[in-house]
């Protein structure tokens, strides 16, 4: 019978909760935040996205040609335990306008980019993401954002361990 009163007695409360959830203010919207912004820029590139992914052997011959970046946006641990040899490291939390000219220079420049995920090993440092939070999306959404244009991204998913791949870690001297 106790159980019967409080379950009428919560049950009674919920107009009353639901009443207060509808008076609450919504807070203003950031200035600096703009997610429909995002997410609009996000699918107004999709298509251009989809153009742009490049298979591993097509990867590698870009990343061979005069002045092609290739871009580890991974943390500096991750690219410190073992990254493409030639890749050159920009944390995504690091993207700012200032710092990508540092290390891209001009925005035509050819940029190739990868992640955890065009990997099949799933273990350090290369641990499978979930797949819509794989990096290379917003990587590629962030540097179109930001004004760079000729970016292609990785495709396949390769084994680390493939001798075409020359995975290297960072020296102690890069390290710091």
Not at 10 to 19: Q, S, V
Not at 103 to 114: C, E, M, N, S
Request: a negative charge.
């Amino acid at each position: 019978m106790l159980t019967i009163r409080l379950a009428a007695a919560l049950f009674a409360l919920l107009p009353a909760a639901a009443g207060y959830a509808q008076t609450v203010a919504p807070l203003p919207d950031n200035p600096q935040v703009d997610y429909a912004a995002f997410a609009e820029l996000a699918s107004n590139i999709a298509g251009y996205r989809q153009s742009r992914l490049v298979g591993f052997d097509d990867f590698q011959k870009l990343a061979g040609q005069k002045g092609v970046l290739v871009l580890d946006t991974r943390s500096a641990a991750a690219f410190a335990a073992g990254h493409i040899e030639g890749a050159v490291n920009l944390p995504f939390p690091d993207f700012t306008d200032e710092k990508l000219a540092n290390v891209i220079g001009d925005t035509g420049r050819t940029i190739l980019i990868y992640c955890n995920n065009n990997f099949s090993n799933d273990r350090a440092p290369v641990v499978t993401k979930r797949a819509p939070l794989a990096l290379n999306i917003p990587t590629f959404i962030n540097l179109y954002g930001y004004g760079y244009r000729n970016i292609y991204e990785l495709n396949d998913v390769v084994d680390m361990d493939d001798s075409r791949v020359r995975f290297v870690k960072a020296s102690r001297d890069a390290e710091g």
